[in-house]
Nanobody, 123 residues
Framework: QVQLVESGGGLVQGGGSLRLSCVASGRTFSSYAMGWFRQAPGKEREFVAGITRSSSTYYADSVKGRFTISRDNAKNTVYLQMNSLKAEDAAVYYC?????????????????WGQGTQVTVSS
């Protein structure tokens, strides 16, 4: 049984930083690509960042230069460092584990999801 548990969300002032963590269990973490997605009220779930099993990274244009995804295979954990946060970054953030070693920017490419963690950005 694969489980993904996110943490690190919260309320932050605009321009501030947060670091999200996602701990995975249930299958060999290092074999799979991981992704972070977010969903704001009334909007579709959107890709934020992804990391392959060899730690190549990909970002949505809206977060390039501000967010950094990384992974620690020894800890079965993927991170999302978010800097220079803006009001439009506010959403529920989800980590997801790919169905293969390939990274996808689309939700169907992932077969396991965490429960989500809320990020709120105040102006």
């Amino acid at each position: 049984q694969v489980q993904l548990v996110e943490s690190g969300g919260g309320l932050v002032q605009g321009g501030g930083s947060l670091r999200l963590s996602c701990v995975a269990s249930g299958r060999t973490f290092s074999s799979y690509a991981m992704g972070w997605f977010r969903q704001a009220p009334g909007k579709e779930r959107e890709f934020v960042a992804g990391i392959t099993r060899s730690s190549s990274t990909y970002y949505a244009d809206s977060v390039k230069g501000r967010f950094t995804i990384s992974r620690d295979n020894a800890k079965n954990t993927v991170y999302l460092q978010m800097n220079s946060l803006k009001a439009e970054d506010a959403a529920v953030y989800y980590c997801a584990q790919s169905s293969t070693f390939l990274m996808s920017t689309r939700p169907p490419g992932y077969d396991y999801w965490g429960q989500g963690t809320q990020v709120t950005v105040s102006s």
